[in-house]
């Protein structure tokens, strides 16, 4: 059944218990409110006329003869006036009602008004039959007044129904006595005139019967369209109002850390360049020193405890209007104006690095640092700063643990240095203006030649010769890792296919693979997969690797296996100066352990260096591993290794790094022997 059908059959709603649709509810006790407070407004406009219109009919009955009468009719229709007044004005509950009460509020707030109108509609019979006493003034409708009385009569029962288009009920209640009491009069009196007036009078009761009806159907039909349409703007406000609080989120999240915060990389930019209109500031470049080590050691929920309260204390050290951000991992940023603030760039950052070191809850003291680098002088862009102060960074962390660079002269020109690598690396690898060089490694007869180790030389037409470590690291930073780590593999794999033409397949080839290609670089793939192509044998070539590589050994693991499953060798360089430990040799498959030239250096002079020698050389018989001695670079350092059973032996006294050009036309014809 619909609101309207149940409204219109009286229905009632049952206890709150009950089982009811909720938005049926809630429409029906939404009408039932506007009924009873429009109901009441007209109730108290009409009143007053009401009594007016008793006035004048006592004051008739007065003239006529019947003043007792009227002033006691006056009197009780005052009453009832005064009740229905009181009721109107009386506090009710359910006129507080909202669309978004709940189910158990609405149903009770409906019956609170169910009872009201009910009260109402009594008190409405009440007057109507003060009004239908009326015939006592006047003789039954038979004395000379009966025109006056008839025309109050239909004059007030009009104006009930005309003020009461709320609520049908009670204007009928109102109207209903008096004009089945002047029917019974007439038809009583007698007559064809008074008859054909008595079925007037009942076809007039019709008639406001069925105006009540309709216009309460209007009114419940224009309560319910305003009260969807209000409920409709208000959930509209709410929509736009959630709409926007979301956006405001989402605008939040876009320019800020979820987890400190700050603001991210590119709220931070956003902010920056806006400050970099307004005049000059200085950029600060914090990286955390150790907190690698406490995300592997302690977990990552501690890891983001320490990120936290570092951007507290960042917070806390920032001067006014100052910016600061989380700009990724453990990396964070500061900008401001030292001028404005009065704090020099070299003070805040010593202050920042002395409240990063103060100690952690939960963590030894020192274990956390911090450094800075820092860029002051006036840029293009926010771009070149960043730039510039990550390069101060870089020196600062290349400095030890709880350091501060600023931006100089020195550095710049690194800076530019770096650029000019990195702008033409990808043009050098395309017209092969890189060489592969090859340093040969012999057995402990220092004749023997048993091995070759690729190494990368790249003559700059500006720069001159770049260091192997710049070379890889400008690779990185270029996004040329996999390109270059390609070129060196066909010019090793070239090697080896010339090594077998002349009769040398035993001999193997070395090229080295850094930590960062090993971890962001599909080293396995790439190289099995080019061995196949090249019907190349997987054990003549040897990966060499460095102790760094153990640092993040869960990376490198799967990759290192293939390589190992495939029949390619691993060697470990550098060894004795890095991180290796004894579990991590196997972990990373190291077949070769080549002593750090460090250790080799020196060798006759220091005691140390030969316990440290013989130490490493009988883990590798004991672990059966391959052992290299690398910078052999006297003759007193070669005898010395023979003398301690050295297998293998490298370094520039018994052959330098050489072209492939220079290889086969001075080494292979003089010293090659069958290995």
């Given at each position: 059944?619909?609101?309207?059908?149940?409204?219109?059959?009286?229905w009632?709603?049952?206890?709150?218990?009950?089982?009811?649709?909720?938005?049926?509810?809630?429409?029906?006790?939404?009408?039932?409110?506007?009924?009873?407070?429009?109901m009441?407004?007209?109730?108290?406009?009409?009143?007053?006329?009401?009594?007016l219109?008793?006035l004048?009919?006592?004051?008739?009955?007065?003239r006529?003869?019947?003043?007792?009468?009227?002033?006691?009719w006056?009197?009780?229709?005052?009453?009832?006036?005064?009740?229905?007044?009181?009721?109107?004005r009386?506090?009710?509950f359910?006129?507080?009602?909202?669309?978004?009460a709940?189910?158990?509020?609405?149903?009770?707030?409906?019956?609170?008004?169910?009872r009201h109108?009910?009260?109402?509609?009594?008190?409405?019979?009440?007057?109507?039959?003060?009004?239908?006493c009326?015939?006592?003034?006047c003789?039954?409708?038979?004395?000379?007044?009966?025109?006056?009385?008839?025309?109050?009569?239909?004059?007030?029962?009009?104006?009930?129904?005309?003020?009461?288009?709320?609520?049908?009920?009670?204007?009928?209640?109102?109207?209903?006595?008096?004009?089945?009491a002047?029917?019974?009069?007439?038809?009583?009196?007698?007559?064809?005139?008074?008859?054909c007036?008595?079925?007037?009078?009942?076809?007039?009761?019709?008639?406001?019967?069925?105006?009540?009806?309709?216009s309460?159907?209007?009114?419940r039909?224009?309560?319910?369209?305003?009260?969807?349409?209000?409920?409709?703007a208000?959930?509209?406000?709410?929509?736009?109002?959630?709409?926007?609080?979301?956006?405001?989120?989402?605008?939040?999240?876009?320019?800020?850390?979820?987890?400190?915060?700050?603001?991210?990389?590119?709220?931070?930019?956003?902010?920056?360049?806006m400050?970099?209109?307004?005049?000059?500031?200085?950029?600060?470049l914090?990286?955390?020193d150790?907190?690698?080590?406490?995300?592997?050691?302690y977990?990552?929920?501690?890891?983001?405890?320490?990120?936290?309260?570092?951007?507290?204390?960042?917070?806390a050290?920032?001067?006014?209007?100052?910016?600061?951000a989380?700009?990724g991992?453990?990396?964070f940023?500061v900008?401001y104006?030292?001028?404005?603030?009065g704090?020099?760039?070299?003070a805040?950052?010593?202050?920042?690095?002395?409240?990063?070191?103060?100690?952690f809850d939960?963590?030894?003291?020192?274990?956390?640092?911090?450094?800075?680098?820092?860029?002051?002088?006036?840029?293009?862009?926010?771009?070149?700063?960043?730039?510039?102060?990550d390069?101060?960074?870089?020196?600062?962390?290349?400095?030890?643990?709880?350091?501060?660079?600023?931006?100089?002269?020195?550095?710049?020109?690194?800076?530019?240095?770096?650029?000019?690598?990195?702008?033409?690396?990808?043009?050098?690898?395309?017209?092969?203006?890189?060489e592969v060089?090859?340093?040969?490694?012999?057995?402990?007869?220092?004749?023997t030649?048993v091995?070759?180790?690729?190494?990368?030389?790249w003559q700059?037409?500006?720069?001159?010769?770049?260091?192997?470590?710049?070379?890889?690291a400008?690779?990185?930073?270029?996004?040329l890792?996999?390109?270059?780590?390609r070129?060196?593999?066909e010019?090793?794999?070239?090697?080896?296919?010339?090594?077998?033409s002349?009769?040398?397949?035993?001999?193997?080839v070395?090229?080295?693979?850094?930590?960062?290609e090993?971890?962001?670089v599909?080293?396995?793939?790439?190289?099995?997969?080019?061995?196949?192509?090249?019907?190349?044998p997987?054990?003549?070539?040897e990966?060499?690797?460095?102790?760094?590589?153990?640092?993040?050994i869960?990376?490198?693991?799967?990759?290192l296996?293939?390589?190992?499953?495939?029949?390619?060798?691993?060697a470990?360089?550098?060894?004795g100066?890095?991180?290796?430990?004894?579990s991590?040799?196997r972990?990373?498959?190291a077949?070769?352990i080549?002593?750090?030239?460090?250790?080799?250096?020196g060798?006759?002079?220091?005691?140390?260096k030969?316990?440290?020698?013989?130490?490493?050389?009988?883990?590798?018989r004991?672990l059966?591993l391959e052992?290299v001695?690398?910078?052999?670079?006297?003759?007193?350092?070669l005898?010395i290794l023979?003398?301690?059973g050295?297998?293998?032996?490298?370094?520039?006294?018994l052959?330098?790094?050489?072209p492939e050009?220079?290889?086969?036309?001075?080494?292979?014809?003089?010293?090659i022997a069958?290995?």
């Amino acid at each position: 059944m619909s609101v309207r059908e149940q409204e219109a059959s009286g229905w009632r709603l049952p206890d709150p218990d009950a089982t009811v649709d909720p938005e049926e509810s809630r429409a029906y006790a939404l009408v039932r409110r506007d009924q009873l407070e429009a109901m009441r407004g007209s109730t108290l406009a009409a009143i007053p006329v009401n009594m007016l219109l008793g006035l004048a009919s006592t004051v008739v009955a007065c003239r006529s003869g019947h003043g007792e009468a009227g002033a006691v009719w006056f009197a009780v229709s005052t009453g009832a006036n005064l009740l229905r007044i009181c009721l109107c004005r009386m506090p009710c509950f359910g006129l507080t009602l909202t669309a978004d009460a709940s189910p158990e509020l609405t149903a009770r707030t409906a019956q609170s008004i169910d009872r009201h109108l009910r009260v109402c509609i009594a008190a409405a019979c009440l007057s109507g039959l003060v009004w239908a006493c009326q015939p006592l003034l006047c003789d039954g409708y038979t004395s000379a007044q009966t025109l006056f009385y008839l025309a109050i009569t239909c004059g007030i029962t009009a104006g009930a129904v005309t003020h009461g288009t709320a609520y049908a009920r009670i204007p009928l209640g109102f109207i209903l006595p008096p004009l089945l009491a002047v029917t019974f009069c007439l038809v009583a009196a007698g007559g064809f005139d008074r008859n054909c007036l008595a079925a007037c009078v009942l076809l007039y009761l019709l008639a406001l019967m069925n105006t009540a009806f309709r216009s309460e159907a209007t009114f419940r039909e224009v309560s319910r369209i305003k009260n969807e349409a209000t409920a409709l703007a208000r959930s509209r406000a709410e929509a736009h109002a959630s709409a926007s609080a979301l956006a405001d989120e989402m605008r939040w999240r876009a320019t800020h850390d979820d987890l400190t915060g700050l603001l991210n990389r590119a709220g931070f930019i956003q902010q920056a360049e806006m400050r970099l209109r307004s005049g000059p500031v200085s950029l600060l470049l914090l990286d955390l020193d150790g907190f690698k080590v406490i995300n592997d050691v302690y977990g990552h929920k501690a890891g983001d405890r320490v990120l936290v309260e570092v951007a507290r204390r960042i917070g806390a050290a920032l001067p006014a209007n100052g910016l600061a951000a989380r700009l990724g991992g453990d990396e964070f940023a500061v900008l401001y104006d030292p001028a404005a603030s009065g704090v020099p760039c070299e003070a805040m950052a010593a202050h920042l690095v002395a409240a990063v070191a103060q100690p952690f809850d939960g963590f030894d003291a020192g274990r956390l640092g911090v450094s800075i680098g820092i860029h002051a002088d006036p840029e293009p862009s926010l771009t070149e700063m960043l730039s510039c102060a990550d390069v101060a960074l870089y020196a600062a962390k290349a400095a030890g643990r709880n350091h501060y660079r600023m931006f100089d002269a020195g550095l710049r020109e690194r800076l530019e240095t770096r650029r000019d690598l990195e702008r033409d690396l990808s043009t050098a690898l395309a017209e092969a203006a890189l060489e592969v060089w090859f340093q040969p490694i012999y057995a402990m007869d220092a004749e023997t030649l048993v091995g070759l180790e690729a190494l990368v030389r790249w003559q700059h037409p500006r720069l001159g010769w770049i260091a192997p470590p710049d070379l890889i690291a400008t690779a990185a930073t270029a996004g040329l890792t996999e390109s270059l780590l390609r070129y060196i593999l066909e010019q090793v794999c070239a090697m080896m296919q010339i090594l077998r033409s002349r009769g040398l397949g035993t001999v193997r080839v070395a090229m080295n693979v850094s930590p960062r290609e090993m971890a962001q670089v599909p080293v396995d793939e790439i190289v099995i997969e080019r061995l196949q192509a090249l019907d190349l044998p997987p054990a003549l070539l040897e990966i060499e690797i460095t102790e760094e590589t153990a640092l993040d050994i869960g990376a490198v693991q799967g990759k290192l296996q293939a390589l190992s499953r495939a029949g390619i060798r691993v060697a470990l360089d550098d060894f004795g100066i890095g991180y290796s430990s004894l579990s991590s040799l196997r972990q990373l498959r190291a077949d070769r352990i080549k002593i750090d030239r460090s250790f080799v250096t020196g060798l006759g002079t220091c005691d140390d260096k030969r316990g440290l020698v013989l130490a490493v050389l009988g883990l590798g018989r004991l672990l059966g591993l391959e052992v290299v001695a690398e910078g052999v670079e006297s003759d007193e350092e070669l005898r010395i290794l023979q003398t301690m059973g050295c297998p293998f032996l490298q370094g520039y006294h018994l052959g330098r790094p050489m072209p492939e050009s220079v290889l086969e036309a001075t080494l292979f014809p003089a010293r090659i022997a069958a290995a």
